[in-house]
C-alpha cells in the first residue's frame, strides 16, 4: 500500500528537511565567520588599550625609578606626593626597606615584597567613601624593588577602562548570540516557507501517484520559481490527463469501431461454415467475401488508428514548411479523370508563393479525402472547385466547393464525428471516416475543418457543400 | 528468383513462403536477426524480406550492417508500423520498399518482384522498349509502332513505372506510391481511372492490348 497521507508542514519536520540543513550549515560559517570579525575586534580594542594602559604605568615607573638613581629616596617621595596632586588617576605607593609607607595615595598595595621583581598586580581598591559590598576600583600597577630596598608601587585606576572593556565583551557576546539568533530563525522560517511550498507540490505527487491525475498544485502568490515550478507541474498535468483522455478515448473507439465490421464478418464466415456442410452455397465465393471484408476492417483500423494518433498527440510528426501549390495541383491531378469520367467538372484555383508548416502526406490525404466526398456527391453536370488561398488573418485556406445536395445546417457539425453517413448516403462507398481524419489533421497542425454550403441552388444542382481546411501559415 | 524471409512470425513467413513459391521462387526462411545475418552473408539472394521487428538483432540494424558490409541485395521491409517516421527510417537504413502489415500476397509477390529488377535500372536508360511500345525518356515521346502516342506528364510517369516492371504485375498500391508518391489509400479508386485513360492511349486502335488488368492484384505491362 502506498503511502497516501497527504503532508503537512509541522516543526519537528522542518527540522528533517533540507533547506533546514543549508540554514544550519550556512548558519555555522556564518558563525565562524563572526567570532573571526568578533575576535578581530575584541583584539584591536580590549587587548590594546591593556597594552596601552601597561605602557603608560612601566613609563612612568621608569621615570621614578630613573629619579630615584639620580637623586634618592626623598626627591622620589617629593616627587611621588607632587605627582599624586596632580594626576589622581596614577596610584604610587613608596614603602621603606623596613615595611614603613614612605609615602603613598593608599595604604599599601596587597602583596608583599617577596615576589620576583618588577611584578603586575590588580587589585581592587575599596575607597572608605564606598558601601561595604562595592567591589570598589580596579587598580592594576607595577611593583618593584628599588636598589635601596625600597618597594615602589606604580598603579593606574583602570575602573573606566574595565567598565569600557566589559561593555565591548559585552557588546560582543551580544552580536554572537544575536547572529546565531537572527539565522536560526531566518533558517527555520525559510524551511517552513520551502516546506510549505513544496508540501503542496509532493501531496499533488502523492495523489497523481494514487491515480488521480486531477490534482492540481495551488499558483497563488508571488511568482516566484515555486510559482513556475506549480505552474510547470500543472501543465504537464493538464497535458498528460488530456493525452490520456485521448488515448482512452482511442482505445475506446477503436474497440467500438470494429466491433461490429468484425461482428459482420464472423456472421458471414458462420454463414459459410453452416452451408458447406449442409452441401450447399459457395465457399470460394464466401472466402473471397470474408476476404474482402477482412480488407475493410483492416483499412477501418489504419484510419481510425491515425485518427487516434493524431487526436492523442495534438501535433503531427515530420512537419516541415513547404509550398502548398504543387500538393493541391497534384490532388487535382489525380482526380480529374474520375471527375471526368463522371461527368462532373473539376477546377482548381491555386495562390503561388504560400508557406505552410506541417506534414505533406497528411494535408494531402486530407485534401483528397475533401476530394473524395466531393465527387462521391455531386451528381453529373456539376462542378468541383479545389481552391488554395491566404486569408486575410495570413491562415491558409485549402477549399472544396461542390454542386451536390450539400448537407442541412443541423448536420454539418454531427458529419465530422467519426461513422455519421447521413441518410441518402449510405449506399456510397466509404466508411463515415473521411471527414473525422480531415477533422483530426486541421487540429493536430494547429487549424479547423470549416463546413459551410456550397454556391447555393441553380436549377438540379446544389445548394452543395463548401469544406475547408484552415491552417495557420508558417509564420 | 533466390528470396531470403527473415520473419519471426512462423505461420506468416510460411504463409509467405507459400505464396511465394507458387510464384516459382526458391524461398530460405530465417525466424530471427542473427541467423538471418547469417544466412544473408553466406549466400547469394535476389531478395531479402526483413520483417522491422525481430528478436536479437533488429532489423533495421541487420540491414545497416549488410550495407555496410556492401551487400547490395535489394531489401523489402515488413512492418506493423506505418507511420512515416517509420518507413523513412527504414529506407534510410537501406531498405528498397517497405510494405505494412498486414498485407495481400499479390501485393507482396508484385513487389519482391518490382524490386528483383533493381539491378536494371542502376544504368542510365535513355530508352524504353516494351514489344512495339518505345518511350524515349530523353525527348519524352512515346511511339507504339512508330505511332506517335500524346501523352499527359502524370501518363507519361505511369507509363514509365509500367515499362519498367514490364511483365510484371505492379498493384494500385505501388502506382500510388511510385507514380504519384502518395502513401494514402484513396477512398475511391482513383488509379483504376488514370490506367484506363492510359490504356485507351496506347491500345486503342492496336489489335493486341498490352496493358492488362490482372484479378487480385493491379497490372501488367505484357510485350
Redesign the interface.
Known sequence: MPDTRPIRPGWRRIFRTTTFRFTVISLAICALAASAFLSYIYVATVVEERRRTDQVIAREAENIVNLYRRSGPEAVSARLVDRAERNRAFIYVLTAPNGQKVVGSIDSPPAGSAKPTPTWLNFSLVSPGMAGNSPGRPVRGLQQTLSGGEVLFVGFDVGDDQAFILKIVHALWGAGALVLALGLAAGLQLSRNVSQHLVGLTNVVATVRNGNLSARAGVEGSPDEFHDLAKGLNQMLDRLERSMAAHRHAGDAIAHDLRSPLTRLRARLEVALCDLEAGQGNPEQALSQALEDT?AV??TF?TVLAIA?LQSEGDV??AMAFDPAPLVS?IA???E??CE?KGVQLASQVAEGLTLRG?Q?FI??AL??LV?NA??YTPSGGGIMLRLRSRASGDLEFSVTDTGPGVPDADRSRIVERFVRLEGSRNA??AGL?LSLVAAVANAHGGRLELAEGPGKIGDHGPGLWAALILPADV | MNILIIEDDIPAAEAMARGLMDGGHACVHAPDGESGLATARAQDFDVIIVDRMLPKILGIDLVETLRREGDQTPVLFLSAL????DR?SGLKAGGDDYLVK?Y?FAELIARVEALSRRGDMGSVVTQLKVGDLEMDLIGRTVQRQGQEIDLQH?EFQLLEFMMRHAGQAVTRTMLLEKV?A???????N?ID??VS?LRSKIDKGFERPMLQTVRGAGYRLDA
Open positions: 480488407d483492416l483499412k489504419s494518433r510528426p515530420s497534384d491531378d489525380l482526380y479523370p474520375l469520367d506534414n502526406e494531402a490525404q483528397a479525402n473524395d465527387v462521391k462507398p466509404g473521411g | 506505418g507511420e512515416i517516421h523513412v498486414p495481400a502524370r504519384w502518395y502513401h494514402f489509400d484513396p477512398q475511391t482513383v481511372v488514370h485513360r
